[in-house]
């Protein structure tokens, strides 16, 4: 199985602050990476396809890159409807296998 | 519109049968792939496997080979994932998610497996 790391785990951001989360596969997927946000008793909403493919009607301050084995989604100023949980998905092969998640939480 | 809407909440005893259900709409059901997805807090999200509703192939999970069941119904655009004996470790938010174009997810299902 291609094991995702998240990092870091936990963030406490500010309302405006520009924010980074980084996954790391254990082996090459190309770009064929997606990124969800999670808010408590929802299920998580697609944010990014394809590593770098903004989905229709998320906000343009979302954005992703990397290609291979290291991928990061940025918000590039954070806002209050962000806070929220973020997790990177692999879709290269079966099992589809997750990142443990990032919790972004107001400071 | 796709949509994809799943049964509602489960309340099981340890060695009880469970089948929970994924209704889909708005595209072509046998085309592509549903797979689930489960949510637990100690372990974060999980995929348990997909199945074509075309021709039932299924691709399980290492991790829930043997432990689920998937299975789909073309007449009704219906999925199913199904336990022939809960343990209380199948306690959580289980998802069903359609592989289109994009990835669609359900609403989800909470499975609570408890004497």
């Known amino acids: 199985d291609i094991q995702l790391t998240q990092s870091p785990s936990f963030l406490s951001a500010s309302v405006g602050d520009r924010v980074t989360i980084t996954c790391r596969a254990s082996?090459?997927?190309?770009?064929?990476l997606a990124w969800y946000q999670q808010k408590p008793g929802k299920a998580p909403k697609l944010l990014i396809y394809a590593a770098s493919t903004l989905q229709s009607g998320v906000p343009s301050r979302f954005s992703g890159s990397g290609s291979g084995t290291e991928f990061t989604l940025t918000i590039s100023s954070l806002q209050p409807e962000d806070f929220a949980t973020y997790y990177c998905q692999q879709l290269n092969s079966y099992p589809r296998t997750f990142g443990q998640g990032t919790k972004v939480e107001i400071k | 519109e796709v949509q994809l809407v799943q049964s509602g909440a489960e309340v099981k005893k340890p060695g009880e049968s469970l089948k929970i259900s994924c209704k889909a709409s708005?595209?072509?059901?046998?085309?592509?792939?549903i797979g689930w997805v489960r949510q637990t807090p100690g372990k974060g999200l999980e995929w348990l496997g997909v199945?074509?509703?075309?021709?039932?192939?299924?691709r399980y999970s290492p991790s829930f080979q043997g432990q689920v069941t998937m299975s789909a119904d073309k007449s009704i655009t219906t999925a199913y994932l199904q336990w022939s004996s809960l343990k209380a470790s199948d306690t959580g938010m289980y998802f069903c998610?359609?592989?289109?174009?994009?990835?669609?997810w359900g609403q989800g299902t909470l499975v609570t497996v408890s004497s």
């Open positions: 998610v359609g592989q289109l174009w994009i990835d669609y």
């Open positions: 708005g595209y072509s059901f046998t085309s592509y792939w």
């Open positions: 082996q090459d997927i190309n770009t064929y």
């Open positions: 199945i074509h509703p075309g021709d039932s192939d299924t």
